[in-house]
């Protein structure tokens, strides 16, 4: 089975502190991608990443960065966060990007308070 | 841009009853259709998902029908149980940058 984990389920952190969340694959997978969730506002796609050292930005990359210097491995960074950033983060890995290989698997999500 | 809408918004049902989750696209460039379900504070996981050259799939109690000519998709769960309660998202991909999800339904099925 694939196995997408994320580094935390839960973070509370402060107004104006980097926060680094980590998301880790296990099946070789060339995708992956950060989303955050919102009540009423379903997966909006943060970044994505198609090979190691490559991103793309989503739909709502500002007030983030991503880093991916290994395969298995995708951080989504907050470099100073803000209350409008609190929310569920979740993570996902595809082989391809299309057709069934494009099925995402997720990870449990990290929900993130920002005080 | 929404290129995929989803609706309801939210649906409740009564124990048996069939729920039904419809969702509409505009790119005719999408070539496969999944749906997801979410559980609470877990992340979603894929349910069943159809090709566009198929105008129905069917898994355990779970059916996709799709109809190609007018751009819809949708979800209906047979005999529903009050496992079921969940939120589900349908999606629909093309290629980078991946799946487009509809905004989701929160299902609750009623004992």
């Known amino acids: 089975d694939v196995k997408v984990t994320q580094s935390s389920r839960y973070l509370v952190k402060r107004t104006g502190e980097k926060v680094f969340l980590e998301c880790v694959q296990d099946?070789?997978?060339?995708?992956m991608f950060w989303y955050r969730q919102d009540p009423g506002l379903g997966l909006r796609l943060i970044y994505f990443?198609?090979?190691?050292?490559?991103?793309e930005k989503g739909d709502i990359p500002e007030g983030y960065s991503v880093s991916r210097e290994k395969k298995e491995r995708f951080s989504l960074i907050l470099e100073s966060a803000s209350t409008n950033q609190t929310s569920m983060y979740l993570c996902?890995?595809?082989?391809?990007?299309?057709?069934?290989?494009?099925?995402?698997?997720f990870g449990p999500g990290t929900r993130l308070l920002v005080l | 841009q929404q290129q995929v809408k989803q609706s309801p918004q939210s649906l409740i049902v009564q124990k048996g009853g069939i729920p039904i989750i419809n969702c509409a696209y505009e790119?005719?460039?999408?070539?496969?259709f999944p749906w997801y379900q979410q559980f609470p504070g877990k992340g979603p996981a894929l349910l069943i998902a159809?090709?566009?050259?198929?105008s129905e799939k069917k898994e355990g109690r779970f059916t996709i029908s799709f109809n190609k000519s007018a751009k819809q998709f949708s979800l209906h769960i047979m005999d529903s149980q009050p496992g079921d309660s969940a939120t589900y998202f349908c999606?629909?991909?093309?290629?980078?940058?991946?799946?487009?999800f509809g905004e989701g339904t929160q299902l609750t099925v009623n004992p």
């Open positions: 996902a890995s595809s082989l391809k990007t299309s057709g069934v290989g494009g099925t995402q698997y």
């Open positions: 099946m070789d997978h060339e995708n």
């Open positions: 990443s198609y090979d190691v050292k490559m991103k």
């Open positions: 790119n005719t460039a999408f070539d496969y």
């Open positions: 159809i090709r566009p050259d198929v």
């Open positions: 999606a629909a991909s093309k290629g980078p940058p991946g799946l487009t």
